[in-house]
Structures are given as structure tokens and as C-alpha cells.
């Protein structure tokens, strides 16, 4: 059943493996990333294996766990983590595990994560229209000045 209001609230460690980035290994799809060097609380999630540059954190959930709806957890959170543990424009990576995760049930996690993807999904959708109307100006524009 789905239940928004009832909730665990956990810390990120409890949940997830996490460490620094390795150069040149590849991470599985449905990871997240925090960036910690330079960092303004960046916050990235890959929709497929790649690589992940070495000033993030990689962020594995565990089992039973949505890996979207994880990463929108993290999202929410990482203005206040940001606040509470960051140390000056770096956060320490064994800091990383103190962030608090909220879990719903795995039905309420599919629900929420199903919602905030089609939203997303319009967003994108939105500013590919607005990228290709920005090219149709520019190409209108410089052959009226032909």
C-alpha cells in the first residue's frame, strides 16, 4: 500500500555503500554521486555504467531499495547536510554516511520515484523544444540578413 506518511528516517551510511571515486572504474547504473572537492552540493545519479570523475563520492543503496527515489532522498537533503558538514568548499567523505535518509515502503519508493521520473521526463522534454526553437531563431535571423 502506498503510504507517504509513514517513513524511517535512517542515516545514509545505514543504507548504502559510499566511497571516494576510483579513476577508470566503472560504476553500476542507479548510482549517485556527491561531488565533495569544490563542492556547491552537487548531486548526480548515472543512468547507466560509466565512469565518475574522482572529486565525488559514489553512492551504492542497498538491496530493496529504489535507486531513484534514493537519489531524490539525497537530493533533498543536500542543502542541509551541505550546511551542517561542509568545511569551507569540501566536505570530508566519511561525512558522506551522516546524511539523513528518509525510506518509505518499496511501494511508496516506486510510486514517488515513478512520479518525480515523468516530471523530469517533461522538463527535458521542455527544454529540447526550447533548444530547438532557440535554433530555428538563429537560423531565421541570419538568413534574413542574407
Request: aromatic letters at 8%; glycine letters at 6%; one cysteine or more.
Amino acid at each position: 500500500m502506498i503510504d507517504f506518511s509513514t517513513y524511517e528516517e535512517v542515516k545514509l551510511e545505514d543504507v548504502a555503500e559510499f566511497g571516494r571515486a576510483k579513476q577508470d572504474f566503472v560504476y553500476p547504473t542507479g548510482s549517485s554521486t556527491i561531488q565533495i572537492s569544490a563542492s556547491k552540493g552537487q548531486v548526480g545519479y548515472l543512468f547507466e555504467k560509466s565512469t565518475v570523475e574522482t572529486k565525488n563520492v559514489v553512492i551504492i543503496p542497498q538491496a530493496g531499495i529504489d535507486t531513484y527515489y534514493f537519489n531524490i532522498i539525497i537530493q533533498k537533503n543536500i542543502d542541509e547536510f551541505m550546511c551542517k558538514y561542509a568545511t569551507g568548499i569540501n566536505v570530508q567523505e566519511k561525512e558522506i554516511g551522516n546524511m539523513p535518509i528518509q525510506l518509505h515502503g518499496l511501494e511508496t519508493q516506486k510510486a514517488i520515484a515513478a512520479a518525480i521520473r515523468e516530471m523530469d521526463e517533461r522538463c527535458f522534454e521542455q527544454e529540447r523544444t526550447i533548444e530547438n526553437l532557440k535554433t530555428m531563431k538563429r537560423t531565421l535571423l541570419n538568413q534574413m540578413m542574407v
